[in-house]
């Protein structure tokens, strides 16, 4: 089963404005990470964010982790029409196994209209 | 760095028929590599767990005789769908864990650019 919600499942936005996503899971977590799909193609990656971090950021992107709520955000600042993709949240534990597992939000599907 | 590939990009097979899809890390050693499956408009779901030299393990509900998973080096993992149905049409996305304290000390995953799979 999956292990993230994210919210909202689609949202437009017009170019220049902020667009924030957000992730909910259930479990403990190592690690907390963003991807970018592009319709079709392969994950990119974006952002890692630790468990025992807060806030991080890189260009743009604006990620927050709150792991009393178990819920994290995504911020993507002066939006762009390229920024127009699907954004999933990854969350990694480690499993009975003993070893990390990742597992896929549902996605945030974002639009950016020119 | 830390790049990888899959082959091939998309494949059409016939029902009946078996396909193997590669996936290889090209620039760092890969002890643990991912299977995921995406439908379309879905999310990621993750189909088992390959650890170089040993068998794999699979996630509830994906039938290990159907998808063959083999990881015989650090480099490669393939993945062979067997008697591939019209339902196993879906894009099948690999990713490689670099070895422990490598590339990354939180274990980050790099993702394969996908493969599409469309049986007729």
């Known amino acids: 089963s999956q292990q993230g919600e994210e919210d909202p499942q689609a949202l437009s936005i017009q170019e220049g404005e902020n667009a924030t996503m957000n992730c909910s899971y259930k479990?403990?977590?190592?690690?907390l990470q963003w991807y970018r799909q592009n319709s079709g193609r392969g994950l990119v990656h974006l952002i890692l964010?630790?468990?025992?971090?807060r806030e991080k950021h890189s260009g743009r992107l604006r990620v927050t982790l709150d792991t009393s709520k178990k819920s994290s955000s995504l911020l993507i600042t002066a939006s762009r029409a390229a920024d127009t993709a699907s954004y999933f949240c990854?969350?990694?534990?480690?499993?009975?196994?003993?070893?990390?597992?990742?597992?896929f939000g549902t996605g945030t599907k974002l639009q950016v209209i020119p | 760095g830390a790049v990888v590939s899959q082959h091939p990009s998309w494949v059409i097979c016939k029902s009946g028929t078996s396909v193997k899809i590669e996936c290889r890390s090209l620039?760092?050693?890969?002890?643990?590599m991912f299977w995921y499956r995406q439908f379309p408009k879905q999310s990621l779901m993750l189909m088992a767990t390959s650890n170089e030299g040993s068998k794999a393990t699979y996630e509830q509900g994906v039938e290990k005789d159907k998808f063959l998973i083999n990881h015989a080096s650090l480099t490669l993992s393939t993945l062979t769908v067997t008697s591939a149905h019209p339902e196993d049409s879906s894009f099948y996305i690999c990713?490689?864990?670099?070895?422990?304290?490598?590339?990354?000390?939180?274990?980050?995953?790099?993702f394969g650019p996908g493969t599409r799979l469309t049986v007729l």
């Open positions: 964010i630790r468990s025992n971090e």
């Open positions: 479990t403990s977590i190592n690690n």
């Open positions: 620039d760092f050693q890969a002890t643990t």
């Open positions: 990854a969350t990694a534990f480690m499993n009975s196994g003993g070893y990390q597992k990742v597992t």
């Open positions: 990713s490689a864990r670099d070895l422990a304290g490598g590339l990354s000390s939180y274990n980050e995953q790099f």
